[in-house]
């Protein structure tokens, strides 16, 4: 089961081509800017969503977005719920679904690890390379984003 907070249907933002977005409930940060603050409180306004379920609409969108497109997991943080996702994103890409995951890059685990290396494309949102900067835009140090993007790099 995921915390989905909400979906969007034909996103132009979250990734090439339309999207199917599934906006994850609960974040790590806390960015001053931040464009769903609802996401961040992991208990927040959101409903338990089967793995089954977020598939059978991801699959019925697949003639809308077609080859280009695909199904982006957003948030929040979508790392926060790696291993629930990893079964899901397995199906969506035997389905022949582009996926994408948008992130923060500060949740570092085997999950995250793996999720990463199964999806087609991270969205690495670095908020601030200045790690004072952005510790005061986020409340959270930066090291371990830009340890993901230079994991993202070499592999």
Excluded at 110 to 137: C, G, P, R, T, W
Aim: proline residues 4%; charged residues 25%; glycine residues 8%.
């Amino acid at each position: 089961m995921l915390r989905v907070h909400s979906y969007e249907s034909m996103g132009t933002y979250d990734g090439p081509g339309l999207r199917f977005v599934v906006f994850l409930q609960g974040c790590n940060f806390c960015c001053l800017y931040c464009a769903n603050p609802d996401t961040i409180d992991p208990k927040g306004e959101c409903r338990e969503v089967s793995m089954e379920e977020i598939l059978e609409m991801a699959v019925s969108e697949k003639p809308f977005f077609g080859k280009r497109g695909g199904v982006t997991f957003s948030g929040g943080e979508p790392t926060v719920q790696a291993k629930a996702l990893i079964p899901l994103v397995k199906r969506l890409k035997e389905q022949g679904i582009h996926i994408c995951i948008d992130t923060n890059g500060s949740i570092w685990n085997e999950y995250v690890e793996e999720l990463f290396s199964l999806v087609d494309l991270v969205l690495l949102d670095i908020k601030q390379h200045n790690a004072a900067h952005h510790q005061l835009l986020t409340e959270r140090s930066n090291e371990q984003t830009l340890k993901t993007a230079k994991w993202l790099q070499d592999n």
